[in-house]
């Protein structure tokens, strides 16, 4: 069975292609190339980068890549596992900033409380009750005398106080127009 990386060299060969204008189309290092058509496959190279090469240059050929890149593992005993890599677990993140926005929450949520209690609800830690206490039905009428007799006392009182200060206009009105008479008769002699 032959090598891939010898297959790879005689169809170059075949067509007559140099390594160097290889190397040059397909972006990959002449060095690179010549370890792939001697099978120098050192560890150091990743083989999935590897594989890449190896399949571009086999499409570059003309030949099948699938083939090419299938007879590669299989010379090298690569299975699927090899090539994934484990992925290493991401960093437990720590919790401080769970920390921080739990106070943040609890701090908002405190301060709006204490707002409402202390400026809103003012009026409602002294509530104002009625002051009448449960009446029989029997005192309600006296009740409600009282307070129509209340009432009328207060009209006419309002009422007296009217009649006073009309009386009190018409007085000063009467004193201002003797005292234009005065003046009046007084200028005439004058």
């Known amino acids: 069975m032959e ?9 170059r060969l075949k067509k007559k292609i140099d390594l160097k204008s290889v ?4 972006n990959i290092q002449l060095d690179l190339l010549k370890r792939i058509e001697n099978n120098d496959f050192s560890d ?14 086999a499409k570059f050929l003309g030949l099948n890549e699938n083939e090419v890149v299938k007879q590669f593992k299989d010379q090298n005993l690569i299975d699927k596992e090899d090539l994934i890599e484990e992925l290493p677990r991401p960093l437990e993140r720590s919790n401080f900033y ?4 739990t106070f943040s929450v ?13 400026f ?5 830690i002294y509530p104002n009750y009625s002051i009448l206490p ?3 039905e029997s005192l309600e009428s006296e009740i409600e005398e009282i307070e129509i007799q209340s009432t009328l006392r207060n009209v006419n009182k309002m009422q007296s ?8 206009s018409l007085i000063l009105r009467d004193i201002n127009l003797n005292d234009d008479s005065i003046v009046n008769a007084s200028s005439v002699i004058a």
């Open 3 to 11: 090598f891939v990386g010898e297959h790879l060299k005689k169809s």
């Open 23 to 26: 190397a040059e189309e397909l």
């Open 44 to 57: 150091h190279l990743n083989l999935v980068y590897l594989i890449g090469h190896i399949r571009a240059y």
């Open 98 to 101: 769970f920390a921080t926005k």
């Open 106 to 118: 609890f701090s908002i949520l405190l301060i709006s409380f204490s707002f409402y209690f202390l």
């Open 120 to 124: 809103i609800k003012t009026n409602d």
């Open 134 to 136: 449960n009446l029989p």
């Open 161 to 168: 106080e009217d009649s006073v200060n009309e009386v009190s």
